[in-house]
């Protein structure tokens, strides 16, 4: 069967692969690009280990194909840090003990920065259906937002 | 109190790996990769039960790019032995035949064939050429019907251990267990009131969000690597070296970062597949399971039927109790229903107690341990009849229990007496917390409930090594499933009297450091804790040798304080304090690289009790269960790094509210499980929850220099029964069986509702 050749700008970096029309972005990113920080839980959409921006939109990678990524934007986890410079959702989650195992925490770092670009003052309630998407079973989620709660609160303090 | 007598111990400081962990840098069990690796798949049997007739593997051999295919034909036979896994025991003959299925199939995707192909698409196409005959057999999928005489047998030789006379035909029932302290018969007879109930659980999965992976390669000259996602590399490699027939140090598994185990992760499934795989086609091979194949054929934790008897005085004093608890082992014997009578009555100071146990098979995945095994199952029982008991006397809950609860000095069941422990510490606190204390907030009910949890002690080996620099790595051998590695380091810094940056943890692969045991039981911060201890203690005595070298004194004249060697009295001598960077700076003179190392058998493990509250609200036409306010509360010894043990607390909490509301096997009439995903298996989001709140109780075990218990496991016992005793107290209607879903609630309150009416 004949490969797909498909241009995309991953974290910020012109990147073209070949894949297989039924290919899922998340298997290209993990086993044709070496981007594992983007985790496999369920392939099913039920998870939220797997998820990524694409142009800026939160997606579970295992649900869109790797052939829809032509021409589009993809961030990552790998993305998330400034050089030698944590974001600040890496930060806090390391210092509140956000994570456990640590399986789940690429996708919540990244719906949770998705969430506070768009709502920087967000309350429990939103932290939490927000989040609903993406499973943790090592915390019970509380760490998880107080700490999303807490650089929400340290970004509206920046802002100010 | 911790916080003023030690420097790092009971601080938070960041984890070691938390960097790594953050950024994605962290490799878990499917980030693995060699070169020319080949890509394994499983055949799973479509089946509840059925005799496998033949294999046919010979057109999927000859599809183009399918390098090997194994069957059970592959494996030896093993003995009819028992060896110690993780948590539970296993026997030989059935892991293999788990691993592999043989003469028969015994549950729906038991494993029948393996393939391993150059691409995943050809992997899958010569699963569909592998031809199966099958001969379908009746099924049994519940506990109670297994134990019923006529009941499909899933085993011809299977005769029951523990029963006297031996009985002469095979059965369902794999062992019965029996505990007795006194004589209940006489017990219950000075009793002035009896509860009794039965109760049903449903069995549960572990549900890690990280699936079951790993990567082997055999090489031409028999030497094995295994990279695995694994609660217990050390078990791996000995399963493999026995399933296999290799020399155990011909295999070295490195353990990759672990998402989650929960107890589900001390098994092998892949691990013997994979090198069977590897060693056919010569090829390094990589197996990552589906999130369908985790549900369908990982262990879950069991379910059972509970009956629970406890008989008192009107005044609250328990005189007798009984407990028969019968649990679903799976398709082999070996469900944790030991652990499950143990900790039954555990929390409390009874004088007559019996305990019957029932270890059944049925047709169903083998269970595999989930956190605190067994425990939560009879605590669902006890916890709930000893809250029907304080609502019939009229007591407030925890007082019921502080009135009974076991203390120093008190006889267990099943057989030990316990030394230091903290439940009456911990019940006061939970009655002396805020949230006692306010009252529900409307329309909300309040439920209590306890559990208690042995904790681990087992096989360590740890070794602490001096940098050229005076930094240390401290290597152990267990797996860090949540944060030990903090934990170890935070130990080490404190004893060391070093800055906790100045130690580096590392976890070994099964070649570089002696054996351990398996991450699991709560053991790691305590056993493994202990060996790191005592290794920096051996090179603290090798470090106060150099010294004594290089001063030319005695050793016994050189103390530690601080980090430093320093001459213990002026009668030494006047020397400045030398450093563990001045010391490793001079080692080559003084005797060459200063180590340390310490192997042992851990003894003392602390008992740990933990007393859950709290707040929800029913809807009453829905059946849905709002949960407005959780503490959690337990004695924990003493707590190393307390947002790691604070987290422990809450992820177990959450896990047993997900058994308690949602979480269960829905299984057709064909025996073949109808929710075999995230979607249809329901665990609480993040949006189902509350804070949860801790509270941390420290009474030290006398048996740890730094006085650790283990924290993982007891927060697992008593939300089950938390949260059906507020349902109860919501509703006015006992629930007793699990899971308390909103169908199955919400039929309840229906059912109640006349004769609450007519009432």
Not at chain 2, 267 to 277: D, K, N, T, W
Not at chain 2, 540 to 558: I, M, S, Y
Not at chain 2, 569 to 593: D, H, I, M
Request: one cysteine or more; charged letters at 20%; proline letters at 6%.
């Amino acid at each position: 069967m004949a490969k797909t050749h498909v241009s995309t700008t991953i974290n910020g970096e012109p990147t073209e692969f070949l894949c297989e029309p039924s290919q899922a972005v998340l298997d290209v990113l993990r086993d044709q690009l070496g981007l594992t920080g983007t985790k496999e839980g369920c392939g099913s959409g039920d998870c939220g280990a797997c998820t990524i921006m694409l142009d800026g939109r939160m997606v579970c990678s295992c649900l869109v194909l790797a052939t829809e990524a032509e021409g589009k934007k993809i961030d990552t986890i790998e993305g998330m840090a400034k050089g030698d410079q944590l974001h600040a959702l890496q930060k806090k989650f390391i210092e509140f003990a956000a994570l456990q195992c640590g399986i789940c925490t690429p996708g919540f770092l990244m719906a949770s920065r998705a969430l506070l670009e768009r709502n920087n003052n967000p309350t429990e309630t939103e932290v939490r259906y927000w989040l609903a998407g993406n499973l943790c079973r090592c915390t019970g989620y509380d760490k998880i937002v107080r700490a999303v709660m807490e650089v929400a609160a340290d970004m509206r303090e920046t802002a100010r | 109190m911790s916080k003023q007598k030690y420097k790092w111990v009971g601080t938070r400081p960041d984890r070691p790996d938390g960097a790594d962990k953050v950024t994605g840098r962290a490799r878990f069990g499917a980030d693995f990769n060699m070169p020319g690796q080949l890509v394994g798949k499983v055949l799973r049997s479509p089946h509840a039960h059925a005799i496998i007739k033949s294999i046919d593997t010979s057109a999927a051999e000859k599809l183009p790019g399918v390098k090997a295919v194994v069957t059970a034909k592959d494996f030896p036979e093993q003995p009819n032995l028992i060896v110690p896994t993780g948590e539970m025991q296993v026997n030989l003959r059935d892991v293999t035949r788990n691993v592999m299925a043989r003469e028969k199939a015994l549950y729906e995707s038991h494993p029948v064939a393996a393939v391993a192909a150059t691409t995943d698409a050809i992997a899958s196409a010569a699963l569909a050429l592998i031809k199966v005959e099958y001969q379908v057999l009746p099924h049994v999928i519940d506990v109670a019907e297994a134990m019923k005489e006529g009941a499909p047998l899933l085993h011809d030789n299977l005769i029951t251990e523990g029963v006297k006379p031996v009985p002469t035909k095979p059965s369902n029932i794999a062992k019965r267990i029996d505990n007795v302290k006194g004589d209940t018969d006489a017990g219950f007879k000075q009793a002035e009131i009896v509860v009794e109930r039965d109760y049903t659980t449903q069995p549960v999965h572990q549900g890690y969000i990280e699936p079951h992976a790993c990567l082997a390669s055999m090489a031409e000259d028999g030497q094995v690597q295994i990279w695995s996602t694994t609660q217990g590399h050390f078990q791996v490699r000995g399963f493999c070296s026995r399933l296999l027939n290799i020399e155990t140090s011909q295999i070295r598994v490195t353990p990759t970062e672990i998402g989650g185990g929960f107890g589900g992760k001390t098994v092998v499934y892949l691990e013997p597949v994979a090198v069977m795989l590897s060693k056919k086609s010569g090829k390094p091979g990589k197996r990552v399971m589906s999130r369908e194949e985790v549900v369908r054929a990982s262990g879950p934790a069991p379910g059972g039927t509970v009956h629970v008897k406890i008989g008192a005085r009107k005044d609250g004093t328990i005189v007798a109790a009984e407990c028969t608890i019968a649990l679903q082992a799976g398709a082999f014997p070996g469900s944790p229903v030991g652990p499950a009578c143990w900790t039954s009555f555990a929390c409390y100071d009874i004088p007559n107690i019996k305990v019957i146990g029932y270890d059944v098979v049925s047709n169903r995945p083998k269970v595999a341990a989930y956190r605190a095994p067994g425990a939560p199952i009879s605590a669902w029982g006890v916890e709930s009849t000893m809250d029907i008991l304080a609502q019939e006397l009229r007591m407030d809950p925890i007082d019921l229990r502080l009135k009974n609860a076991a203390k120093k000095g008190t006889k267990t069941s099943y057989g030990p007496v316990f030394d230091t422990i903290g439940f009456v510490e911990t019940l006061e606190a939970a009655k002396n917390s805020e949230h006692y204390k306010s009252k529900p907030k409307p329309g909300m009910a309040r439920g209590v409930a306890a559990g208690f949890w042995f904790n681990v002690g087992a096989d360590s080996s740890a070794a602490a090594h001096v940098a050229e620099d005076g930094t240390v790595t401290i290597i152990s051998g267990n797996p860090d499933i949540g944060g030990s590695r903090a934990s170890l380091a935070l130990m080490a810094a404190e004893e060391l009297g070093v800055d906790y940056d100045k130690v580096r943890p590392v976890i070994a692969d099964t070649s570089s450091i002696g054996f351990n045991f398996v991450t699991g039981g709560s053991r790691v911060t305590f056993a493994t804790g202990l060996a790191v201890v005592n290794s920096v203690r051996d090179l603290v005595r090798e470090c106060k040798v150099r010294a004594a070298k290089t001063w030319g004194v005695d050793p016994d004249g050189v103390i530690w304080e601080n980090g430093c060697a320093k001459p213990a009295g002026s009668n030494v001598g006047e020397f400045e304090p030398l450093s563990l960077a001045q010391l490793a700076a001079t080692a080559g003179k003084t005797g060459g690289p200063i180590n340390g190392h310490n192997q042992l058998n851990a003894q003392g493990a602390g008992p740990g009790f933990g007393v859950h509250i709290v707040d929800l609200k029913v809807d009453r036409d829905t059946g849905i269960v709002e949960i407005g306010r959780y503490t959690a509360l337990q004695d924990v010894g003493t707590a190393i790094h307390p947002s790691y043990v604070e987290g422990q607390m809450q992820g177990g909490a959450v896990q047993g509210i997900g058994w308690a509301l949602n979480e269960e096997y829905i299984y057709s009439a064909k025996g073949k499980l109808d929710n075999a995903g995230f979607l249809d298996y329901r665990m609480p989001v993040a949006s189902d929850l509350p804070m949860i709140e801790t509270i941390i109780v420290e009474v030290p075990n006398p048996h740890h220099p730094y006085g650790v218990r283990g924290v993982g496991e007891v927060p697992i016992v008593p939300p089950l029964a938390t949260v059906g005793n507020a349902i109860a107290r919501a509703t006015g209607v006992r629930m007793t069986d699990l899971p308390m879903s909103p169908p199955r609630l919400s039929a309840a309150l229906d059912a109640a509702t006349p004769r609450m009416a007519a009432e």
